[in-house]
């Protein structure tokens, strides 16, 4: 109900500001009226103040223009925010409520925000301790030294009131997008949110092609393009501006008349001045076919910008998208175009399948804001990766007391409930997580299916799995699981079109090769099979290893049907390529063993060298005697006795083949140790 009456009030107030509008429609054009107030109202709550529609168009025209702009304006919009309620309830009245209620042009109340988070932390420093007040210091210390660094290598204007804050341009505009559910880490009331925070631009474009052409050719000839770096799952060519100082010239002329002027124009509500600016991480980008994509993943700053730096006619595929709006739907940005944002919504890049595609994307701080939130948060990641479980959890637990809905610190907490094996207490912080971002988040999906997994839920797990592959189909470590859990409930067929699309996203994710040429095996498609189990091998190390086991075991079955089928010859090969590929994978997988101690995956596959290499030993043996072989035969038992001399079979089948030749004697001695091992079990 409360919402309904603030939102009626807003109405009324919408409606106050369109008066002189309807003055001047006719009476017959009542429903075009109707339809132009509540368009206008929809933008307003969108965040668009300003109406793009021609004056002199008549009413039918101007409503279908507005009604076009809210159907684009976004994908969803949040709930109005309690703050705006509280100062509903003030004696504001008509037409300036609605700037007081959203402090449009001055500040949005940032003073009184600043001084309630000073006291917020004054209050949880009492709650928290020395410890809580010691990492706060530290935030503050280490974003002035990360301030002071990114002057000495960005620009930075000056706050002496010579520098042009102004933005003004007639020919280049901006799209806002809806933020999705969660608010920015820090600040989220001077963001005005939740009004849409994502904007792009539209119309001419911030930099021409043949400019944005010269950057790139600039950058190249720097290096940019034989440089790569890993970034979550996936590698990605380009290198950080620092390194590139050609090319941070020109980013730094476009900083002080472009972007910063840009960035004070669409977030006035927090950003005082372009004084107060800097540029912290900037890097310039090179998508093609071997560097495709990257994760979905927020960015390290309280704003970020990502400049299109090549032409959509260049590449193929490609493209910058926002999770809680689809993976599908990629926001247009051509050459010169760009895209500004408070830096913690869920994004990435779409695979490019050919061509290149170059962007620059920076990641932005504000001298005056320190962001506590995301500096705990990052910290709390630092000291879970050292292994301070501990520590993590606190800075967790201090950053969602400063902020309760940052989902990062909770999934990060989850993770850490996971590897303590405390299942229940993860799957509350996980699902906790995923209701503040309304189901929108494939990673915090694919945790929760690993926790139900573990707890034994596996429909549950699986449902899960099927949820996150909608929202990101193209994550390989998700596909994967979902195969293992399809494969566990006997979908064998869905195993399969699971493992196929984790190696069409990532062609050197060995396990699904193994779990593939291992179903094709067992349906009797060895042919195939091979194949899988030989590009396992082509991966890395700790599954190449599993790949020569596998692959191992199929050639001993090969070998047996050709035996069996007369072809001694092929069987021979066969087996003798499966004995190579045992021997080659024991120092191997013996070496990993020792350096990290074994995994559960490589004491098995160890445990089974022995057992596997008797029975190589057995069946070439066995294929020489079949080709009358006797001599090469006696060969191969007497060095399985040398290496397995406990094996009691090899002494016997090593009797039988010195009684064949006639060496009475020294079959008796064989015989008799066969039968003291015999005994002796």
Not at 51 to 70: F, G, I, K, P, W
Not at 487 to 513: C, H, P, R, W
Request: with cysteine.
């Amino acid at each position: 109900m409360k919402r309904q009456l603030h939102l009626a009030a807003l109405a009324c107030a919408a409606l106050t500001k369109e008066t002189a509008l309807a003055a001047d429609l006719s009476a017959d054009d009542d429903d075009y009226q109707s339809r132009i107030h509540q368009a206008k109202l929809d933008l307003w709550l969108r965040g668009a103040f300003a109406y793009d529609y021609a004056s002199d168009a008549d009413a039918s025209t101007t409503a279908a223009n507005l009604e076009m702009q809210v159907a684009t304006a976004s994908f969803r919009h949040g709930p109005i925010r309690e703050v705006r309620q509280r100062l509903y309830g003030s004696s504001c009245k008509g037409e300036s409520c609605l700037e007081d209620l959203l402090g449009i042009r001055g500040g949005g109340g940032g003073v009184e925000y600043v001084t309630r988070l000073e006291e917020q932390l004054a209050d949880l420093g009492t709650k928290f301790g020395q410890p809580f007040l010691d990492a706060i210091e530290k935030n503050k210390a280490e974003h002035a030294a990360d301030c002071e660094r990114s002057c000495e290598l960005f620009y930075c204007a000056k706050d002496d009131g010579n520098n042009s804050d102004v933005w003004e341009s007639t020919t280049t505009s901006f799209q806002s997008y809806s933020f999705g559910a969660v608010p920015p880490e820090d600040f989220s009331e001077e963001f005005q949110f939740p009004l849409d925070l994502i904007k792009v631009t539209q119309g001419d474009p911030l930099f021409s092609a043949e400019e944005s052409a010269q950057v790139i050719k600039q950058a190249e000839a720097e290096g940019v393009d034989k440089n790569e770096y890993k970034s979550g799952k996936y590698k990605l060519g380009g290198d950080w501006l620092v390194n590139l100082p050609e090319t941070r010239e020109w980013f730094n002329r476009a900083l002080e008349h472009k972007l910063f002027p840009i960035l004070h124009h669409l977030f006035p509500e927090i950003i005082r001045s372009t004084s107060v600016l800097r540029a912290h991480s900037v890097s310039l980008l090179k998508y093609n076919s071997t560097h495709p994509r990257t994760d979905i993943h927020i960015d390290n700053g309280i704003l970020a910008m990502t400049l299109a730096m090549s032409p959509q006619s260049d590449y193929v595929g490609g493209g910058t998208f926002y999770e809680h709006m689809g993976a599908d739907h990629v926001l247009p940005m051509d050459v010169g175009h760009g895209t500004f944002r408070p830096g913690s919504v869920r994004h990435g890049g779409h695979r490019v399948t050919a061509g290149s595609r170059y962007i620059l994307g920076a990641f932005l701080l504000l001298e005056d804001h320190v962001e506590h939130v995301r500096r705990l948060k990052n910290r709390g990641a630092e000291l879970r990766t050292s292994g301070d479980l501990t520590g993590a959890v606190n800075h967790f637990e201090w950053a969602l007391a400063l902020n309760p809905r940052c989902t990062t610190c909770l999934k990060d907490w989850a993770e850490i409930l996971l590897s303590q094996k405390n299942f229940v207490e993860a799957e509350k912080k996980i699902r906790n997580a995923l209701e503040l971002l309304e189901g929108q988040d494939s990673d915090a999906l694919f945790t929760l299916g690993l926790i139900l997994s573990e707890q034994g839920k596996d429909d549950e797990s699986i449902a899960v799995y099927k949820k996150s592959v909608e929202l990101n189909g193209e994550d390989a470590e998700l596909c994967y699981n979902l195969g293992i859990k399809l494969g566990e409930q006997g979908d064998t067929k869905g195993e399969l079109a699971m493992y196929k699309k984790t190696v069409s996203i990532d062609g050197n994710f060995g396990g699904a090769y193994i779990n593939m040429g291992t179903i094709l095996a067992s349906s009797g498609d060895l042919a195939s099979a091979e194949v899988m189990f030989l590009k396992a091998i082509q991966c890395s190390e700790e599954v190449r290893t599993k790949g020569m086991f596998n692959l191992s075991l199929l050639l001993q079955q090969k070998a047996n049907n050709l035996a069996t089928s007369g072809n001694l010859e092929e069987a021979k090969a066969a087996i003798i390529e499966a004995s190579k590929l045992l021997d080659d994978a024991k120092p191997l997988i013996d070496a990993r063993i020792a350096l990290g101690g074994p995994n559960s995956e490589d004491a098995m596959y160890a445990s089974q060298f022995k057992p596997m290499r008797v029975q190589c030993h057995r069946v070439l043996g066995q294929v020489m005697a079949g080709m009358g072989d006797m001599v090469s035969c006696e060969a191969e038992f007497r060095s399985a006795s040398e290496k397995f001399p406990d094996i009691p079979g090899i002494w016997a089948a090593l009797s039988r083949v010195l009684e064949i030749q006639g060496k009475a004697q020294e079959a008796q001695v064989c015989k008799a140790k066969f039968e003291a091992l015999q005994n002796s079990m």
